[in-house]
């Protein structure tokens, strides 16, 4: 069996043409459906000049077409290059440009911004314009998305290499976004995850993953996987999309562009989803709110059909995952990892407990000190998480970033994507946090995950982030910014009095800054930009 997205995917629309590939709103695509249009837009792709290697940007918010543009994409051997939706000119004029993107895709009401940079891209030669609820008038120069489509015949299937390079770039909390390169061979095989969460083999060849899909199919067990989060993240359209659609299940999305909770679990219900996928806190808090509050109104949602929830990229509390099993039994599953690898992952049921922040190591990591020595478990010595597996081929135009994060120890690759952890007595990990964000006080090392872990105990605090400000006499000072839960007074010394019981003293924060709501990107990930703005301009200080 061929290793790559499009090969696969071709394989199983041909094996299960009438099931449901792709579900937005009251549209549905079948496997067979996903395959005519995606070679359709391949075609038009190549009739406007595009090849193999193009890049092509996401504009988007979740929807079936940023799936259609992703299959097409990898049908022609290009990578789709994804674009945040927050994005205004410099941010675009710079991915744009460093991603050497020739065409764009971009919904009605992000067209303006097209319309303010397409003519400072000169590499940028093919504006596609997807109708939305806008209702926004094509800007010049752009084609609508289904005349586009319409206008070629479907490209032909054609011969691949796993070694087709696959990208997503990542988003930037380090300095400028970046490129991270896979082969189609590793990023696909790794994205067999399906199979293991319904504790199955994955397929060693093309009959297994048939024969599998086949008998799912006849038992009506094929998944239905739900991203909460935006797919323009590597959480959402891999766990949401990638994952799913290996296994030929089916990627649900939403049609509201504005996170509703009620809306979400409706749709749950509606197209009975197995899978939900989620970014932490950010995510699983309000979701969980929702529940309690459907249930005490005495109109529960029906999420009879939801066996697993997945996350990855933010802290999930061990209390709210208790919150969310409250109304139904099922798999959480909490993973660790970022756009440059996976590294582990905390399982929580029922009949299971887990604490927060602690993780079982996949089979390929490893922690190493600075001396590229293992840490040894129960040392209480931290080093560096280093993800083996599916390893990146390196970042887009940057060897030496790409040399510093991607390493070879022993004669294993492996991929240090920043994150700090001790190892504990049973093996398990302690995730600290990244080091870029770490606040140096007086000599200590304070990871702002833990503290915020801590902070978020106080049952008054609903979020929180911790940053470092200016200090004469320690360099910088532990700060948390944290939003309170609705009708509830804070006292700050009550919040540090229950964060010393969870962390070391020299960990605490000197002051708890109150704010209405604590400041997050669309996928739930931290702003610790804004947070320390934040802090400064509420103690009075500069940087």
């Not at 060849?205 to 038992?219: D, E, G, P, R, V």
């Not at 993800?387 to 240090?416: L, N, Q």
Request: glycine letters at 8%; one cysteine or more.
């Amino acid at each position: 069996m061929q290793y790559h997205y499009a090969s696969i995917w071709e394989t199983i629309a041909d094996a299960v043409p009438d099931r449901p590939a792709l579900i937005h709103g009251d549209t549905t695509r079948s496997w067979q459906s996903f395959d005519e249009r995606a070679a359709r837009l391949a075609g038009a792709f190549e009739k406007a000049g595009l090849k193999a290697d193009s890049k092509i940007g996401h504009y988007l918010y979740n929807c079936n077409e940023y799936i259609e543009a992703h299959y097409a994409a990898f049908k022609m051997r290009a990578s789709p290059i994804n674009v945040n939706y927050r994005y205004l000119e410099e941010e675009l004029i710079y991915l744009l440009d460093n991603s050497d993107s020739e065409a764009v895709l971009f919904h009605g009401r992000l067209a303006e911004r097209i319309a303010e940079v397409k003519d400072k891209l000169p590499k940028l030669k093919l504006l596609i314009q997807v109708d939305d609820d806008s209702h926004t008038p094509l800007i010049d120069g752009a084609v609508a998305y289904e005349d586009f489509l319409a206008s070629s015949a479907p490209a032909p299937r054609i011969a691949r290499s796993e070694d087709d390079i696959y990208m997503l770039y990542t988003g930037g909390t380090t300095g400028m976004p970046k490129g991270v390169m896979y082969r189609h061979a590793d990023h696909s095989f790794g994205l067999m995850m399906g199979y293991d969460f319904r504790g199955l083999p994955r397929p060693e060849n093309k009959q297994q993953m048939l024969s599998t899909i086949a008998t799912l199919a006849q038992a009506d067990a094929l998944p239905a996987a739900l991203a909460a989060c935006p797919l323009m993240h590597g959480t959402g359209i891999w766990v949401g999309v990638f994952a799913p659609l290996m296994i030929g299940g089916c990627a649900v999305t939403l049609p509201n562009i504005h996170f509703d909770p009620d809306a979400l679990w409706r749709e749950v219900t509606r197209n009975k989803v197995t899978d939900l996928v989620i970014v932490g806190d950010a995510f699983a808090k309000p979701l969980s709110a929702a529940l309690d509050a459907a249930a005490e109104a005495g109109t529960p949602h029906d999420i009879s059909s939801l066996s697993l929830v997945i996350s990855s990229g933010v802290m999930w509390t061990a209390e709210v995952k208790q919150q969310m099993l409250k109304h139904q039994d099922m798999i959480l599953i909490d993973a660790m990892g970022s756009t440059e690898g996976s590294m582990g992952r905390s399982i929580t049921t029922r009949d299971t407990q887990s604490a927060t922040a602690k993780f079982e190591m996949g089979e390929a990591t490893k922690v190493f000190n600075e001396h590229d020595q293992e840490v040894k478990p129960g040392s209480g010595e931290i080093g560096m998480i280093a993800a083996g597996g599916m390893v990146p081929v390196g970042y887009f135009k940057d060897p030496e970033k790409s040399a510093r994060t991607f390493r070879t120890i022993d004669g294993v690759p492996y991929s240090f994507p920043g994150d700090f952890a001790t190892v504990e007595a049973d093996g398990t990990i302690k995730l600290l946090g990244r080091g870029s964000v770490c606040i140096n006080s007086g000599g200590e090392k304070i990871y702002p995950e833990e503290v915020e872990e801590a902070v978020k105990r106080h049952p008054a605090i609903y979020d929180c982030l911790v940053v470092g400000v200016p200090d004469e006499r320690f360099g910088e000072k532990v700060t948390a910014v944290a939003a309170p839960r609705p009708g509830q007074d804070v006292d700050e010394q009550a919040v540090i009095g229950e964060a010393r019981s969870h962390i070391a003293g020299y960990k605490l924060p000197k002051h708890v800054i109150l704010v209405p709501e604590v400041k997050r990107a669309p996928n739930g990930k931290a702003d610790y930009k804004w947070a320390k703005s934040a802090a400064l301009a509420a103690l009075g200080l500069t940087q």
